[in-house]
């Protein structure tokens, strides 16, 4: 892969990939008649200095941008009604959603409910809110700054409710981004403990995805391709970072996030909610759960673990040879290795078990998880 090159391609969502590539922004809006965009961020985002030079180019051609940087580190309701608020206040005719998943998830709702005007969980898929959504999307435009959710190609988003905690999931096809400013210059300053958790998570969209039941071959072909870039350059990403791997991780995550419309499954569900109850890191949450989760996975599934095995270079093939290996680069990128040391007791085992048993990736498993497994694996990684 050139590095230096600035690439074009749709996979539906037209993506501009490569070093640079958001330096674009103000013209694409002018070249689209737009003039006023909401950027939505999270409020690490907003204070690094990458995001103030977005904002100023975008001010330098005249252009009218509002931030919107309100956001939990994991979205609740009220975030996006806030959104809403301050992009007809300020006459928004735009949205750029510029972030991690946080970010995303919450200029991706906010874009939902600026023309439709139901309650905002009524348009929760899980109970056929699809069908409510009837009006135009504004103008909405993505840019990653992790290599983790994959969040900028795709159609949902992942918003809590302010007192339960239980997340919904809003999706439409009108949902995807019209465009995505995919540039691994935005990543090259993350800390490694981000960088390490949001590449595995990344890399645990991927395998879930590929283990998932149902029939798409397009998507598990994407999904083993993540996996091999994922894992050839998420070590060096996170130890000693250059140009290639954070670009090669940044693809990666993509393919991710377009994998997982074929489905995703325990591990998403063990992690939910371990960010809804103790506010972890989702993609830290993943990466503490995969090893276990994957185990669980393995009856009937030994062909798929060999060909992930294969995928990714490994000696031993066995679907123990996957979660060994796992495990190493788990070590090797400094990723904890229990619940424990994330403020994770016995009391909390019930609860997240009872989230977890109702979460809505865990159908799409290719073994039946039930409340006792979720308990005992919870109990396991203590």
Do not use: W
């Not at 006459?91 to 510029?98: F, H, N």
């Not at 999307?137 to 900028?152: C, D, K, M, V, Y």
């Not at 904890?336 to 809505?360: K, M, N, R």
């Amino acid at each position: 892969m050139d590095t230096c090159q600035i690439y074009s391609f749709s996979f539906p969502t037209d993506v501009r990939f490569g070093a640079g590539a958001v330096k674009e922004l103000s013209a694409y809006l002018k070249s689209n008649n737009l003039s006023a965009p909401l950027v939505a961020t999270d409020s690490n985002v907003a204070d690094l200095e990458f995001f103030k030079s977005v904002i100023e180019d975008l001010k330098n051609a005249n252009l009218n941008p509002t931030v919107f940087s309100d956001i939990h580190p994991n979205p609740v309701k009220s975030d996006v009604i806030l959104g809403i608020e301050q992009y007809e206040a300020a006459s928004c005719d735009s949205i750029i959603g510029i972030g991690g998943g946080a970010g995303m998830d919450v200029a991706r709702a906010i874009a939902l409910g600026v023309n439709n005007k139901r309650d905002l969980f009524d348009y929760d898929d899980l109970i056929g809110g699809e069908k409510y959504v009837t009006e135009p999307i504004p103008h909405f435009i993505t840019i990653p700054t992790t290599a983790g959710t994959g969040s900028e190609v795709g159609r949902s988003a992942i918003i809590s409710e302010d007192e339960t905690k239980k997340k919904r999931i809003l999706f439409h096809p009108t949902l995807l981004a019209k465009m995505v400013f995919a540039d691994p210059e935005l990543t090259y300053d993350l800390p490694a403990k981000i960088t390490a958790a949001t590449g595995m998570d990344a890399l645990t969209h991927n395998m879930e995805a590929y283990l998932a039941k149902g029939f798409n071959p397009l998507c598990e072909g994407i999904a083993l391709e993540g996996m091999r870039l994922i894992k050839e350059s998420l070590e060096t990403a996170v130890n000693k970072p250059d140009e290639e791997s954070r670009a090669k991780m940044l693809i990666g995550s993509l393919m991710g996030a377009i994998a997982f419309q074929k489905g995703l499954g325990i591990v998403h569900s063990l992690a939910h909610p371990l960010s809804s109850l103790v506010d972890m890191h989702h993609g830290l949450a993943n990466a503490i759960c995969i090893s276990k989760g994957l185990e669980f996975n393995i009856p009937g599934q030994e062909r798929k673990f060999k060909k992930m095995a294969q995928v990714m270079s490994l000696e031993d093939q066995s679907p123990e040879g996957v979660i060994n290996a796992l495990n190493e680069l788990k070590s090797a990128i400094g990723i904890p290795e229990d619940l424990g040391s994330q403020g994770v007791t016995s009391a909390h085992i019930e609860e997240l078990s009872d989230l977890a048993i109702d979460d809505f990736c865990h159908p799409n498993n290719p073994i039946e998880v039930k409340r006792d497994d979720f308990k005992r694996i919870y109990e396991s990684l203590l």
